[in-house]
T-cell receptor
Framework: EAQVTQNPRYLITVTGKKLTVTCSQNMNHEYMSWYRQDPGLGLRQIYYSMNVEVTDKGDVPEGYKVSRKEKRNFPLILESPSPNQTSLYFC???????????FGQGTRLTVV | QKEVEQNSGPLSVPEGAIASLNCTYSDRVSQSFFWYRQYSGKSPELIMSIYSNGDKEDGRFTAQLNKASQYVSLLIRDSQPSDSATYLCAVNIRGYSTLTFGKGTMLLVSP
């Protein structure tokens, strides 16, 4: 089954404790993105990648890191999480920049 | 001007009515247009794509595109309570490498 898989689905952590949210897709898509979604603010792109080893900042990259060492994986790293990073996070993949995006199930992160 | 704009709603319609959701975009040369449905706390799921001017129908859903007016809409016929969700419009905008999403319109269908 074609899918985008994120883990974990739910995470509660403490301020400053490094964490990684994983994202994997099995559709051989070139593009992958990370978004955060907060009430009233819609989907905001954090980082995106157009191919292996090619990443770029989205609208709200501060406090986040990404890497794309393999085509199928695009982990999101929070090296020192803060409470303002409490949010619902989505990973998405697409064949190209103009094609439909497929979303993972989401990760609800709470930083206390 | 925001690149992709949607009325946040909520749009309230009675069961069985037609719901009309609208989206305007800033780039005159945009070529790809998508509608996503998102239930609260869930991930967006694609329901329609449209690339050419005119109407595209899929079951109870019709997408309408007018490139001259930079306007794309989604009609939902025979609305059901299960259609209650937030509907996101996504467009490819020049200068952006990935799709640009609107903030979404919340639709409430009352029984």
């Amino acid at each position: 089954e074609a899918q985008v898989t994120q883990n974990p689905r739910y995470l509660i952590t403490v301020t400053g404790k490094k964490l990684t949210v994983t994202c994997s897709q099995n559709m051989n898509h070139e593009y992958m993105s990370w978004y955060r979604q907060d009430p009233g603010l819609g989907l905001r792109q954090i980082y995106y990648s157009m191919n292996v080893e090619v990443t770029d900042k989205g609208d709200v990259p501060e406090g986040y890191k990404v890497s794309r060492k393999e085509k199928r994986n695009f982990p999101l790293i929070l090296e020192s999480p803060s409470p303002n990073q409490t949010s619902l996070y989505f990973c998405a993949s697409s064949l190209g920049g103009r094609t439909e995006a497929f979303f993972g199930q989401g990760t609800r992160l709470t930083v206390v | 001007q925001k690149e992709v704009e949607q009325n946040s709603g909520p749009l309230s319609v009675p069961e069985g009515a037609i719901a009309s959701l609208n989206c305007t975009y800033s780039d005159r040369v945009s070529q790809s247009f998508f509608w996503y449905r998102q239930y609260s706390g869930k991930s967006p799921e694609l329901i329609m794509s449209i690339y050419s001017n005119g109407d595209k129908e899929d079951g109870r859903f019709t997408a309408q595109l007018n490139k001259a007016s930079q306007y794309v809409s989604l009609l939902i016929r025979d609305s059901q309570p299960s259609d209650s969700a937030t509907y996101l419009c996504a467009v490819n905008i020049r200068g952006y490498s990935t799709l640009t999403f609107g903030k979404g319109t919340m639709l409430l269908v009352s029984p």
